[in-house]
């Protein structure tokens, strides 16, 4: 972690910036906005859960988790807004009182505490349905899986700790890097801070104390959560959970420690959050899985075949091994016949490497930018508006469009862009200057 530096993006989230590679990790216009816009809106979850209740999803360089994070913000906030209107159906029902469970948190043993857990007063209000309840509930329920990918296990680590600022004036913004900081004083959109339920990253913590167990909390995460740069970008009762949570209950195994976790959450905050926090985990099937692992290593064992994969890179430039043909026909194999993929590059090389493994692909147009920043790829025409003009078509036949290539995707970032530089020089195909100079017509003419 010595070469991220984070900053405030201006809708109060967290980005990072790369020292090292210099890049960085989300953009300056907003971390979560930015999830929500490229990932989130086309992936148009509402239409799939129209007709499903189970979704796959691959979150591809998962770093500190914001992709994943607003697609649970969106469908929890959908989940409790129902919740809340059948809970005022049925009032007899509704929790209030924030006394009705107490223990003496200081003297109680493991096996107790679960125990009084489940037979506790809330939790049977809570599943003790009327038929109203249990029609609706029933309904409701969603099967939500998530395989999420990165390298770095310390960013992943630290995903559920980083705070959405609430204050996101602009002299309170400034990260010290002048790159950024440019950026931040340009009053380009979002004004407003993001949204991003406290429930989420309670729910993110959860399955990383599960994946991780004993090991979460090893040396590097302590000496990273208490480094005095990153305390302003940290969510202090995140932490302080975590504090209590290990202290107490450091060695137990995977089973117990979701119902550990719940039971301690609801102990030490008995705040609305938790309490939904629990009901979502228990009325719904939700889990995240954590894999350490080059994405190419991963995928190649992988026979599972996912409704959606959020493919987050850094760019082609800087990271070609995740945009090669030969990784593109990974996704191709581990897509789902109905499947969404949705990235942010608009790169010919790209694009080209999407087709020639003959995926279909769309543009993302976005609204408030007004220029397309993606796009979607899917095995069927009907997945998508596959909409590249003649111009865009055209462009992929000239240098531009050659692929990034690493047959036995064992190659480095370097070698890859070694190799495609030579494939360029020794190429006959037109320039893109060239071709943009001589194209007539119109360019989005499709
Ligand atoms: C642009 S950042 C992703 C940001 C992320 N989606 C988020 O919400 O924070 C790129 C991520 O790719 C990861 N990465 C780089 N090479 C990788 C590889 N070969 N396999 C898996 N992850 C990789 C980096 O560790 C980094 O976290």
Known sequence: MDNVVPFFTKDGSVGLYNKKEDDIYHSVYGALTEAYDKFIIPANFDA???????????????????????????????????????????????????????????????????????????????????????NLIKKQKFKVYIDAVDTNKNLVKMSPFFKVAGDIKINKRLSGIDKIDKYLKDDFYPSEHFDLLSEVNMLILSFLINNFASEYVDDELSEILNDKKYSKFIDSKMKAFLGFYFRKHSNLYSNKIKCSFLHNIYYSYISNSYKNTLKVLENNEISINYIIEDARQFLSKSNLEYDFIFLDAFSPSKCPSLWTYDFIKLLYKNLSENGKILTYTNSSAVRNAFLKNNFFIEKIYNKSEERYTGLIAAKQSKIVNP???????????????????????????????????????????MSSTKYIKNFKGDKNEI
């Open 48 to 134: 799939f859960f129209d007709e499903n209740n189970e979704i796959k999803i691959l979150d591809l360089c998962y770093g500190i988790g914001y992709n994943t994070k607003v697609f649970l913000n969106n469908l929890l906030k959908k989940y409790l807004n129902e919740e809340k209107h059948i809970n005022s159906i049925d009032s007899d029902n509704v929790i209030a009182n924030k006394n009705i469970y107490s223990i003496d948190n200081d003297n109680i043993l493991l096996d107790k505490c679960i125990n009084s857990l489940y037979n506790n007063k809330i939790f049977k209000k809570y599943f003790r349905k009327s038929n109203i309840k249990n």
């Open 387 to 429: 909409n590249l003009s003649k111009y865009e078509l055209g462009l992929l036949d000239t240098k531009s469009g050659i692929m990034y290539r690493d047959e036995n995707l064992l190659l480095n970032n370097k070698e890859i862009l070694e190799n495609r530089k030579k494939e360029l020089l020794n190429s006959n195909l």
